[in-house]
């Protein structure tokens, strides 16, 4: 493609030598709290987004004053697995450089709000001392590499997580940048590193890889742009159906744009050359294919489209020099966290903490903070993180559970969890107002008032107990998996969602949009009538997705 037909950000990676563009002197410049317009796409690829509260922006221009920017800072943690030392660090820095709230991201990291721009290379230097980065964590590059986070799932659980590393590090751009520009490490040469898989122009766009052990599909696998589903027979790990194509953001009102879920491409066996070979190929031929020119079709969801699910498997079967097998079969029952105490195989337990939209901190009802600081400072458990936005303290020997137990009582963090409703467990929210630039309306500030209402309907019509799959995002981008569940609300404007129904319990359909535009009112209107029409007419056993879907979708 000619340069003429890149995009801006195109030409901007490409300009930016190895990703360091004029950052250095962006943060030098101490007369504004941003950085210059292109450092702002740069920022992104050393895994931090440029934002202002947006809830001050009326305020701050009536007074003729810059508007209040601060940064997101997101964690690369692959498969979601901290140390308790960890935990510690990221709750020492929330307190001294970011709004103090731990935010557990559907793509099973962390992320920190409202980092003012000099506090971002000392926070970078505390993550760095505690064996974190935040490399190649937003930008056009592989994100956060997602897996199955609770280890009682499966006796290979162990082996299965361990391709989330290695895929991570095989994807992780080549350029010392992040080191130089956040630690102070010299440059060692003028010339910009070689990078094999990303070159000097990247991804089109952002790409995720997740991994799945049935029967759970707790990482919503289908939603990735590269899929791994683990095939184990007779408790042994014999391979991967490998699948592309995945991707749930859209934009309003252009029908060019829409949600995808993968398609499977093949299954390729427990070697684990020729699996970092498969996906490392998959990421080449998107490199190679994806449109450049217009980043709202740039998504590998369309280039797997444009070229043919037959004809990009044929693609990356020639660049691998082996062609993959057919898939294997594979059943998926459930993709909820297990909540409460669980003992994996080898005789350890995991409890998996409930965190509402994933939001840590201390307010009136629980002190959840403070409590899983302390439990993190007897060192007896791990912190994993799911993309359900809760965190499972992991690990924990037999000899050790009863002190965690006497913390989690300590805290009503046993009680909080155990009390939350199905469908508030099940729920997620992305981000959202006040500090993401593209969102239309509230999500994580809104839901739980939301959900509120909700639960009388739902103990209305007898249907407090079912595990519905209700998800909301602040606009059409797809952050908190809104149209791959049951019941997706979608913001348009302040206050006004569209209501989607018909996904399924699994993640193996997504939801299509019932109506429109729609208030708190309505909303619940709404519901409360197809709640009626579902208990009325439900088949035995037939849940509110596949109802629905049947009812008023097919």
């Known amino acids: 493609m000619s340069e003429q037909n890149l995009s801006a950000v195109e030409k901007i990676k490409i300009a930016s030598d190895g990703l360091r563009g004029t950052l250095k002197e962006s943060l030098s410049d101490d007369y504004t709290g941003a950085v210059r317009e292109d450092d702002t796409n740069i920022t992104k690829f050393h895994g931090m987004y440029q934002q202002d509260d947006r809830d001050r922006r009326e305020e701050r221009s009536m007074k003729k004053l810059e508007w209040l920017y601060s940064f997101m800072v997101r964690l690369r943690i692959p498969g979601g697995l901290l140390k308790p ?54 930008g056009d590059v592989n994100r956060n590499v997602c897996c199955t ?30 080191y130089e520009i956040w630690l102070d490490e010299e440059r060692l040469t003028e010339k910009t590193e070689e990078d094999p898989l990303y070159k000097d122009k990247y991804l089109p766009r952002k790409l995720k890889v997740g ?12 939603i990735n742009d590269v899929v791994l589903i683990a095939i184990i027979e007779n408790d042994k790990l014999v391979g991967f159906n490998v699948g592309a194509g995945g991707g749930l953001g859209t934009t309003h009102g252009n029908p060019n744009t829409y949600a995808r879920l993968a398609s ?41 489209d444009k070229l043919g699910v037959d ?75 799911t993309t359900n936005q809760n965190v499972i303290l992991s690990d924990i020997a037999p000899k ?75 606009c059409p981008n797809g952050c908190g998996r809104s149209p791959n569940a049951e019941i997706g609300f979608v913001g348009t404007a302040y206050g006004k969602y569209n209501l989607h129904i018909g996904g399924d319990r699994e993640g193996l359909r997504l939801n299509t949009k019932f109506k429109e535009n729609l208030d708190e009112a309505q909303i619940l209107e709404t519901l409360d009538e197809l709640f009626a029409v579902y208990q009325k007419e439900k088949k035995e056993n037939e849940n509110f997705g596949d109802f629905s879907y049947r009812k008023w979708i097919l």
């Open 211 to 222: 991994i799945a052990i049935p029967p759970n599909n707790d990482v919503d696998v289908f």
């Open 311 to 385: 004809r990009y498997r044929e693609e990356v079967e020639k660049r691998c020099g082996f062609k993959l097998e057919p898939a294997r079969p594979y059943q998926f029952t459930m993709r909820q966290d297990r909540y409460g105490w669980v003992q994996d195989y080898k005789g350890k337990w995991h409890y998996t903490v409930f965190v509402e939209n994933g939001r840590v901190l201390d307010d009136e009802k629980i002190k959840l903070k403070e409590g899983l600081y302390e439990i993190a400072e007897l060192g007896k458990c791990n912190f994993h993180f």
């Open 85 to 138: 030392e960890q935990w510690i660090a990221i709750n020492d820095v929330a307190g001294k450089h970011s709004t103090g709230v731990i935010k557990i991201t559907t793509r099973q990291t962390i992320q920190l709000h409202g980092i003012l721009k000099s506090h971002i290379k000392p926070t970078m230097k505390a993550f760095n001392l505690a064996g974190l980065d935040s490399i190649a964590t937003c």
């Open 149 to 178: 986070a609770n280890p009682s799932e499966s006796p290979v659980y162990d082996e299965v997580f361990q391709y989330a590393a290695k895929i991570s590090e095989m994807a992780k751009p080549k350029t010392r940048a992040w």
């Open 400 to 474: 050790d559970k009863a002190a965690i137990e006497k913390l989690l009582k300590k805290y009503k963090i046993i009680e909080h969890t155990e009390n939350a409703s199905a469908i508030r467990k099940n729920a997620i929210a992305c981000v959202a107002l006040n500090t993401c630039g593209l969102a239309l309306a509230e999500a994580q500030r809104y839901l739980p008032t939301l959900l509120s209402k909700i639960e009388p309907l739902l103990e209305k019509h007898n249907m407090k107990s079912e595990d519905i799959i209700l998800r909301m995002t602040g």
């Open 264 to 304: 499977i491409l093949g299954f390729v066996e427990n070697d684990e050359e020729k699996i970092l070979k498969v996906v490392y190929e998959i990421i080449t031929v998107q490199r190679d294919f994806g449109n450049r020119s217009d980043r709202k079709q740039a998504r590998l969801k369309y280039t797997i």
